[in-house]
């Protein structure tokens, strides 16, 4: 996918049970500032975190900056750091990075979103990762109550709807109002919440397309998108959210209810294959295990006979896994022919040429690739211009002898409705080839790619293997872009009008 697609957003939260001067300075402020720096791969765009302190006048209190985690902490100036983990320091958190898939790149846009109000239970904090794919009707019902939406985006209409759940005089329990909202939300939604009576909770929606999961140690309690965000020397128990499942933290006591049945599990398989970290462990199974197995089922449906001028090259970084797995099945060396620059920042990413962009972030190493016959490995092609970029560049200047393209996810053939950046049909670069989205890619219209994309061969991970390689069963995945059976009504119901506008050749994007 090579940058392709950007990454999801990060969620974090915490609950510390002793005295704050027990903690290093910040206490909340400072886990979670620790906690979405090990997750910054999943969104860039912005960092923000509310905290909750008892005795401070703001007693919620939100932080938001754009920027990455660094910069929005500014830890490059030590008295600065220290003075916003001051600022917000307090006993209960959440935090959020934000990668938009709607929504324009502001601070106003950025999360948590801190909706203030004189009764302390009303007056709550949330963030979350994913996207409502009923937006429109939501916004609609918004509308047509005279609530006036500033920002137009999904967050907004959340919160005004989680409002609405608390309209009255007596106290309504947080897995009551989600209770409620799951009746009216139809999309992916893994959500941090935090209110001034000081009650923390964690939410997953009741497919859980996006992962939640938590731990406690020592009376403290944390929840991250990933584990990797507090458990990265695999020290802790980490427990996933189920789907339709709240966890609840108040007053140091941490419980689980049930706020929405789940009639069926949809996690979305890219966290496996493209944006979770490697060292994480989603819905009990490890990513770089699953990132392995690909490569090792490619290996299987390899058609090249192996000889002294193959080698594998992963487009870094994600592929790494799966090609360093088909190298060793394969009994070829796996080489870094293709370097990414890891420091590109955003003023390179906003750049309007795609092909500098590529140029700028990936070089090639002609020692490496040149007489070679490469494997290419790619973790999966959206829209397919950085593959093809590199392509052409390890041919032209690279000078490798031939280039048998192979990728470790099957054909992205249907846009995505629930917070991936790919929405229409017309934006990806598979269904151009695939008559039959039921059958999938034959080896005919494989060949037609194949010489389209100046490449000797390709093959692409057939359906049946993904669900074996990431170690779940098939119906607890899902799998919407890549078969169009999508998980809930308003998924079908878009892809109805993703088809109507992809016929037009229109890309609007069908949730707007
Ligand atoms: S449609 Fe695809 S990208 Fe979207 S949640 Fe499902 S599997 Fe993930």
């Not at 929606?205 to 991250?224: H, M, R, S, T």
């Not at 427990?239 to 049945?261: C, I, M, T, W, Y």
């Not at 360093?324 to 009994?331: I, K, M, N, R």
Request: glycine residues 8%.
């Amino acid at each position: 996918m090579s940058g392709e697609v950007k990454e999801e957003c990060a969620l974090a939260a915490v609950s510390l049970s002793k005295k704050l001067d027990s903690y290093p300075k910040g206490a909340a402020a400072f886990y979670l500032y620790k906690m979405l720096l090990q997750q910054q791969h999943r969104g860039q765009l912005s960092a923000g975190i509310t905290t909750y302190k008892k005795d401070r006048k703001q007693v919620i209190d939100t932080y938001k900056k754009l920027g990455k985690v660094d910069n929005a902490f500014k830890t490059f100036r030590k008295e600065k750091f220290y003075g916003i983990l001051n600022k917000y320091a307090g006993s209960i958190g959440i935090g959020h990075l934000r990668y938009s898939t709607c929504g324009a790149d502001d601070v106003g846009f950025a999360q948590p979103f801190e909706r203030h109000h004189g009764r302390r239970w009303k007056w709550f904090s949330f963030a979350f990762n994913g996207n409502i794919a009923n937006y429109a009707s939501l916004k609609k019902e918004l509308a047509d109550s005279d609530y006036h939406l500033i920002r137009d985006v999904d967050t907004e209409a959340l919160m005004h709807h989680m409002s609405k759940q608390m309209i009255g005089s007596e106290k309504k329990g947080i897995e009551d109002v989600f209770a409620n909202l799951a009746q009216i939300i139809d999309g992916a939604y893994s959500l941090v919440y935090m209110n001034a009576d000081g009650e923390l909770a964690v939410i997953r929606d009741p497919v859980g397309f996006k992962p939640l999961c938590y731990a406690e140690k020592d009376g403290d309690f944390f929840a991250a998108s990933e584990s990797v965000a507090f458990n990265g020397d695999g020290s802790m128990k980490v427990h996933d959210v189920q789907p339709g499942e709240v966890v609840l933290v108040s007053d140091g006591n941490v419980e689980k209810k049930r706020f929405a049945k789940c009639e069926k599990k949809a996690h979305c398989i890219f966290e496996w294959v493209y944006f979770a970290n490697p060292r994480s462990i989603i819905d009990g199974q490890g990513v770089y295990e699953a990132r392995q197995n690909l490569g090792i089922a490619l290996a299987k449906h390899e058609s090249q006979k192996m000889d002294k001028d193959f080698i594998v090259v992963p487009v870094p970084d994600t592929a790494k896994p799966s090609g360093d797995a088909l190298a060793f099945e394969l009994g070829v060396p796996s080489k870094e022919g293709i370097m990414r620059n890891r420091y590109i920042g955003r003023t390179f990413i906003e750049s309007d040429s795609r092909a500098e962009k590529v140029k700028e972030k990936y070089s090639i190493i002609k020692s490496i690739v040149e007489g070679k016959k490469i494997l290419l490995v790619e973790d999966t092609i959206v829209r397919g211009t950085t593959t093809k970029n590199l392509i052409e560049r390890l041919k032209k200047y690279g000078k490798a002898k031939e280039i048998h393209l192979r990728v470790a996810c099957p054909p992205i053939l249907a846009p995505c409705f629930y917070g991936i950046d790919m929405s229409t049909i017309n934006e990806l670069i598979a269904p151009g080839y695939v008559k039959d989205i039921a059958e999938g890619i034959t080896e005919e219209e494989s060949a037609k790619f194949a010489k389209d994309y100046g490449v000797e061969s390709l093959i692409y991970l057939p359906k049946d293997e993904l669900a074996k390689a990431i170690g779940l069963p098939k119906n607890e995945l899902c799998m919407g872009c890549l078969n169009a059976n999508y998980p809930t009504p308003e998924g079908k119901r878009l892809y109805g009008s993703a088809l109507e506008n992809s016929k037009s050749g229109s890309k609007k994007r069908t949730y707007e």
